[in-house]
């Protein structure tokens, strides 16, 4: 079993690796470099520290800087609270910035939110499609996603399915967007971005 979960770690930190060279064929709309991190992958916070510390010695070979780099933390199951602090710190510390996925969902809730103080909020999209069809939840949504502009965060819809989802998503104050209303997944070079009339987001230095 132990090997298992060394195997694993191993492919997780190459593919994150390989994702490098891949990042540089989306052209120049492409500011920043999402890598998802899966807490349930390590075993302890120093092979996650090993693992990122190969990435980020990579970048330069790519013409690549840490503060393009987001990491996207997943909602799973995670280490301690203390080893999940060290990480952020540690992340922090190479200048990548750091975005929670699928807040709502999970244990990506106001607990990991406060403790890991992310540039980037994903919201869930089953959260907010859930909140999205009840005007007295969408107006909890607002302020759910006025706290998070408040604390200088980006704050992503994910989910996005149809027009009027589009449209509420923008009225509560997201910036970023995501769904197959948008765009489904495709092979880069992907073309489809180059033509939504979407805002566009800067994201913030990381907050220490």
């Known amino acids: 079993a132990n090997t298992g979960v060394a195997d694993l770690c191993v492919v997780d930190s190459m593919c994150s690796v390989r994702h490098l060279p891949h990042f540089l064929q989306a052209g120049p709309i492409?500011?920043?470099?999402?890598?998802?991190?899966?807490?349930?992958?390590?075993?302890?916070?120093?092979?996650?520290?090993?693992?990122?510390?190969?990435?980020?010695?990579?970048l330069h070979k790519y013409g690549l800087s840490p503060q393009m780099?987001?990491?996207?933390?997943?909602?799973?199951?995670?280490?301690?609270?203390?080893?999940?602090?060290?990480?952020?710190?540690?992340?922090?510390?190479?200048?990548a910035q750091l975005a929670i996925d699928d807040f709502?969902?999970?244990?990506?809730?106001?607990d990991r939110y406060r403790s890991m103080q992310?540039?980037?909020v994903k919201v869930d999209?089953?959260?907010?499609r859930d909140m999205a069809t009840d005007p007295r939840?969408?107006?909890?949504?607002?302020t759910m996603l006025r706290t998070f502009?408040?604390?200088?965060?980006?704050?992503?819809?994910?989910?996005i399915e149809t027009a009027e989802q589009l449209d509420i998503a923008r009225h509560v104050g997201a910036t970023l967007f995501q769904g197959y209303y948008l765009g489904k997944p495709q092979i880069l070079p992907a073309g489809f971005a180059l033509n939504l009339p979407l805002a566009q987001a800067s994201f913030d230095a990381p907050r220490v």
């Not at 709502?104 to 106001?110: D, F, L, P, T, V």
């Not at 999209?125 to 907010?128: A, M």
């Not at 939840?137 to 607002?142: E, H, Q, V, W």
Request: glycine fraction near 6%; hydrophobic fraction near 45%.
């Open 137 to 142: 939840r969408i107006k909890m949504l607002r």
């Open 125 to 128: 999209g089953d959260l907010f």
């Open 69 to 95: 780099l987001v990491c996207e933390v997943i909602e799973t199951e995670a280490l301690s609270e203390t080893a999940m602090q060290r990480l952020w710190d540690m992340l922090r510390s190479h200048g």
């Open 149 to 159: 502009r408040e604390d200088s965060a980006t704050v992503l819809v994910e989910g």
């Open 118 to 120: 992310p540039v980037v």
């Open 30 to 58: 492409a500011e920043f470099l999402f890598i998802n991190i899966d807490p349930s992958t390590y075993a302890s916070i120093d092979v996650v520290e090993r693992e990122f510390a190969l990435m980020f010695s990579m």
């Open 104 to 110: 709502g969902a999970g244990r990506s809730g106001i």
